[in-house]
């Protein structure tokens, strides 16, 4: 009877254990890309403009090491874009061995007033993941 709930108590610590755990954001690891492009897209005035292109290796680390802490949001994404903001950034992630086959992710604020100090990473149709604005805080183009 002792074994029983010894079992039964550390399956349920498993479960719980299993069910709490914050997921990651999936990223590329930064010496697979040869530059990581910036493009803001304001919705309302149907507008695109590049905003900067990182491809020293050192700047591509740091920026996936700042996006990289993501924990995933309660929220789904399925679509291919995100829905519900006027403004959003598009993050392509350019690979080196594979030219064809670039990822992308949108970094964007939340409408809320009161979240102001997140911003979000969608990954269409993988999730929508949340980081704190002031692990973002080298990237200047995102303070506008």
């Given at each position: 009877m002792k074994k029983l709930k010894k079992y039964s108590i550390f399956i349920l610590l498993l479960i719980g254990l299993t069910a709490c755990s914050k997921k990651k954001i999936e990223l590329p690891k930064s010496k697979d890309l040869e530059n990581i492009k910036v493009t803001e897209v304001i919705k309302e005035k149907k507008e695109?403009?590049?905003?900067?292109?990182?491809?020293?290796?050192?700047?591509?680390?740091?920026?996936?090491?700042?996006?990289?802490?993501?924990?995933?949001?309660?929220?789904?994404?399925?679509?291919?874009?995100?829905?519900?903001v006027d403004k959003y950034f598009i993050i392509s992630?350019?690979?080196?061995?594979?030219?064809?086959?670039?990822?992308?992710?949108?970094?964007?604020?939340?409408?809320?007033?009161?979240?102001d100090k997140y911003v979000y990473l969608e990954q269409p149709y993988r999730g929508i993941f949340r980081i704190k604005k002031e692990k973002l805080k080298d990237n200047n183009w995102l303070n506008d």
């Open positions: 695109e403009r590049d905003i900067v292109n990182i491809d020293k290796e050192e700047d591509i680390n740091n920026f996936i090491d700042s996006v990289s802490s993501a924990t995933k949001t309660k929220q789904s994404s399925i679509s291919d874009e995100p829905t519900n992630l350019n690979h080196k061995d594979s030219k064809n086959n670039n990822s992308k992710f949108y970094i964007y604020k939340s409408k809320k007033y009161s979240d």
